[in-house]
């Protein structure tokens, strides 16, 4: 039996959130009760009154009220809370024609707009379009020559119509235009770090390293820079597009291409047709010279846009989307609803990739070789978008607060797609990913609404709460429900808004018209609420009573999360050597205990035994019991949490958990039973470490293996490691393998790193480089020279920290010719953020080693001249700063 001990709510506990700032107090007490209530003031702080009351026969004694009170009443403003509304249509966009070319010398779109228009309900005389830096030649009802008055500010064009339109009419604008997409822009956000709308790739052709593109991103309401249309979320229309290009550039858009017809000057005009309608931030075009690869799913069209030297690799890098296709459209019971997929890689892409309608856009991050692919695929960032053509494309989410009605589903996608192919194990490994994604953010930038209509601005929507949260939380309600009504919900969702627009209501309204329950406390606390459970969990045991009790303390400050969240979950009881009784529970006070009649003590009890809560948590445990939580439970988070739990415990007890885990079913537990192994004391595991170095199914187990053969100086594993480097198909085995000969016989590895000067992976001659500073040679220099633009993203900064260090133990005629080239790098837009990043960092670590010296340094000339070069260097930097364009740089360098 399962027995419930209630202990009062409002008991409050004096912990604090470890993980909030103090500076989101008041923005979340205003946020919490401002949307909680119906009160429509804000919260104004006012001189404490006193009142003293005393039975004195009939009389009430008061104390005065301060002069200061009646001036406070005075001056107090009441003010509505901060709410982003759904966008008003007072018309709606039905229909989209536009007929464009380029102008690629002054990065122009040249367009020609009809548009199909009727009344959203009430009759109109006027027409309000987005339509952002545009040149506006004419604008006439479609097929008349008479001109239509507007206004224009540069940013909104509202025309004149001339007279009243009914509601139910249908009229067409047709607008002649030049989009300037460049000109003018506001910058970006850190999740879209571009407003431009339409974006021009080495458009005079100068830069041989990278091809001539053009390519779109419409989202947030960016698409209104090349096209006028009702850039709205709420607002959705079909489309065609007639695109005319030179000639030897393939074209991509939204839907299926209809014709394609050379023209007289070296052009031609392809012309596409979206028949369904969606909206306007989906539209998309990609110009460029392609390798298109082409697929099938059950007849319908896939292909595949890559750069020439990928063609042979594109299956690979888009591998298994005929597969999703059919999983996704098998478990939400909804035919994959479009009439082709299109998936296209671009150069200096301002996002990750971009969910448009039948063509999505991935950045070439996402362009790798057959190699680099292995244990490194592209399967989330897939799925992902693909997911989107239900959840953000097909349903669309009303408005920017509700952005986690698109993108919460999409990240759900991703576990989706990791247990369906992969196992549970490995959703659960990514799901991980995710809650430390979500509580990072938190820990950064504070928590707000999943559903915010207080934002800032509508991009602060694209952050971890949107993502990471909102498929955290289908997790949980999916576990609450089951999965059987929960797919069910879905496919009602889905049916019963197909091609409109959402809220978090309509999916609330589905699910409880499938499970029958009311399910406002659920969406109120994680949808409308801010937040997480933080808990404390204790345990006891009543022998004469034979009975377990669990305490379990809700202890998140209710002054900036709700100060009690619901909590449906598991418990399992574990006895002897019995299989573990569940009981399932719901938390719904501040502090309960909930008790358990046992035969004896319980070796474990796992709270939350399915681990699907969102929450932080302290498990007071005792090592035997995280031991045989590691080893009894099935679920890959116990088996985590308990090597979390026992890190760095030397215990015998401990080590046999590790130990343990270098055979555990999953990689990434492996992994950390690798990380606990010292290679000086823990010699009896090495031979288990040289078979997983050379066995291992993981290519990272392999890798971390190779490491610690590396660690142990043997000459013995000398042999392995020349033949890891010669025949390893996986580069960063490769790479460990090389640095752990480095390690065990430097010259040899010296010798292998020369035979690797002109490998193209970065990881490669990111070690290549490592070895290079650390040998001092000067002559070095050239290889980190000509091998920089191999390299990018995060591996790129290693490279230049290993090209400073080497460049710092050259002469000075030499340090400030190399100074001059990470400047010109720092100042090249041309070149990426990375790299640009990586070379600046450089320059400021070489100035940091100065101020060292400067410091050091009794010669009061050797002092000046290093002052001399300090200033030189703070110089470049000044120079890099004020050439940078991006925001998010900008931002770092001023730490500089």
Same mark, same amino acid.
Not at 87 to 113: M, P, S
Not at 735 to 761: C, F, H, P, R, V
């Given at each position: ?118 009344? +959203? ?175 099938? *799913? ?39 609803? *479009? ?19 039948? @063509? ?56 989706? *797609? ?51 949260? @909102? ?49 406002? *406390? ?5 949808? #409308? ?100 939580? +590691? #080893? ?136 290549? @480089? ?22 990018? @993203? ?103």
């Amino acid at each position: 039996m399962i027995e419930y001990i209630p202990i009062f709510a409002h008991q409050k506990s004096n912990k604090k959130n470890p993980i909030m700032k103090i500076r989101y107090l008041l923005f979340l007490f205003l946020t919490l009760f401002s949307f909680g209530c119906n009160s429509t003031k804000n919260t104004v702080a006012t001189v404490p009154v006193v009142i003293e009351e005393r039975q004195l026969d009939t009389m009430v004694v008061t104390a005065e009220k301060p002069a200061a009170y009646e001036q406070e009443q005075q001056e107090m403003i009441y003010t509505l809370p901060t709410y982003h509304p759904t966008y008003t249509l007072k018309n709606d966009l039905i229909h989209t024609k536009l007929d464009i070319r380029f102008d690629w010398e002054k990065q122009h779109v040249l367009g020609k707009a009809t548009l199909t228009l009727k009344p +959203y309900f009430y009759p109109t005389s006027s027409l309000t379009l987005d339509a952002k830096g545009f040149d506006i030649h004419n604008i006439t009802f479609e097929g008349k020559k008479h001109s239509l008055k507007y206004d224009y500010d540069d940013q909104i064009l509202t025309i004149d119509l001339e007279k009243l339109i009914p509601k139910d009419q249908e009229y067409k604008i047709f607008i002649d235009y030049t989009a300037k997409p460049g000109e003018g822009s506001e910058g970006g956000s850190s999740a879209i770090t571009s407003d431009n709308g339409l974006f021009f790739i080495n458009h005079d052709g100068s830069d041989p390293s990278k091809p001539m593109q053009i390519w779109t991103q419409g989202e947030t309401e960016n698409n209104s820079r090349w096209f006028p249309t009702i850039d709205k979320p709420n607002e959705r229309c079909t489309q065609e597009i007639y695109l005319t290009v030179d000639d030897k550039f393939k074209t991509l858009s939204n839907g299926l291409m209809v014709s394609s017809t050379k023209n007289d000057d070296g052009t031609r005009t392809d012309y596409w047709k979206m028949n369904q309608p969606h909206a306007p931030y989906l539209f998309m075009v990609a110009v460029g010279d392609y390798a298109v690869v082409k697929d099938d *799913w059950n007849g319908m069209l896939v292909d595949y846009y890559v750069e020439h030297d990928y063609e042979e690799h594109a299956a690979d890098i888009f591998a298994h989307t005929p597969e999703m296709l059919t999983f996704f459209s098998d478990i939400l019971d909804v035919k994959y609803p *479009w009439d082709k997929y299109s998936q296209v890689i671009v150069r200096e892409f301002v996002s990750g990739a971009m969910e448009n309608t039948t @063509g999505v856009i991935f950045g070439d991050f996402v362009q790798k070789t057959d190699r680099e692919l292995i244990d490194n695929h592209n399967d989330a960032i897939v799925a992902h978008e693909l997911f989107h053509h239900w959840f953000g494309d097909y349903v669309t989410c009303e408005s920017w607060s509700n952005l986690t009605m698109n993108e919460g589903f999409a990240n759900y996608s991703e576990y989706l *797609w990791f247990e369906h192919k992969y196992g549970k194990d490995e959703a659960e490994n990514h799901r991980i990913s995710e809650m430390q994604g979500y509580f990072g953010s938190v820990n950064r930038s504070g928590a707000h609404d999943l559903i915010d209509f207080s934002y800032n601005d509508k991009e602060d929507m694209f952050d971890a709460h949107s993502y990471n949260k @909102g498929g955290l939380v289908l997790h949980m309600l999916r576990n609450y429900v089951g999965d059987k009504a929960f797919f069910a919900s879905l496919n009602l969702y889905l049916k019963q808004n197909a091609y409109t627009a959402v809220e978090a209501h309509d999916l609330r309204l589905a699910f409880e018209e499938i499970t029958g329950e009311d399910l406002n *406390w659920f969406f109120n606390q994680w949808y #409308f609420s801010s937040g997480h459970p933080i808990i404390e969990i204790n345990y006891e045991y009543d022998e004469s009573a034979k009975k377990a009790f669990v305490t379990i303390e809700q202890t998140q400050d209710p002054e900036e999360f709700p100060a009690i969240f619901q909590l449906p979950f598991a418990i399992d009881v574990y006895v002897g050597k019995q299989d573990p009784v569940r009981y399932e529970v719901f938390m719904n006070e501040r502090k309960q205990i909930f008790s358990f009649d046992v035969s004896e003590k319980p070796s474990l009890i796992n709270v939350d035994a399915d681990k699907v809560l969102l929450m932080l948590k302290n498990d007071n445990k005792s090592e035997e019991e995280f031991t045989l939580q +590691y #080893f009894n439970t099935k679920n890959y988070l116990d088996r985590y949490e308990a090597l979390n739990a026992l890190n760095g415990n030397t215990s015998k007890l401990a080590k046999s958990v590790f130990n343990a885990a270098l055979k555990d079913n999953h990689w990434s537990l492996r992994m950390r039973g690798l990380a606990s192994i010292n290679p000086s004391s823990d010699t009896e595991l090495i031979t288990t470490v040289l078979e997983m170095a050379q066995n291992d199914s993981r290519s990272n187990v392999r890798a971390r293996a190779t490491n610690i053969l590396g660690k142990t100086g043997d000459q013995k594993y000398i042999s392995y490691l020349r033949k890891a480097i010669d025949t390893e198909k996986a580069y960063n085995v490769i790479s460990s393998a090389l640095m752990a000969l480095n390690e065990i016989d430097s010259k040899e590895a010296q010798n292998y790193a020369k035979n690797l000067e002109k490998e193209d992976n970065g990881n490669i001659l990111n070690v290549v @480089g490592q070895i290079y500073a650390a040998s001092g040679d000067a002559k070095k220099l050239g290889f980190f020279e000509k091998s920089w633009d191999k390299i990018d @993203g995060f591996t790129v900064i290693s490279f230049y920290e290993n090209y400073i260090a080497l460049v710092g133990q050259t002469e000075e005629e030499i340090i400030n010719k190399s100074l001059l080239k990470l400047k010109a790098v720092g100042i090249d837009m041309s070149n990426s953020p990375w790299q640009r990043f990586a070379a600046t960092k450089a320059l400021n670590e070489m100035r940091a080693s100065y101020s060292e010296k400067v410091v050091a340094e009794k010669n009061e000339e050797k002092k000046s001249k290093l002052e001399k070069n300090i200033n030189s260097i703070s110089e470049m930097i000044e120079e890099v700063k004020s050439k940078e364009t991006s925001d998010q740089l900008k931002s770092i360098y001023m730490r500089f």
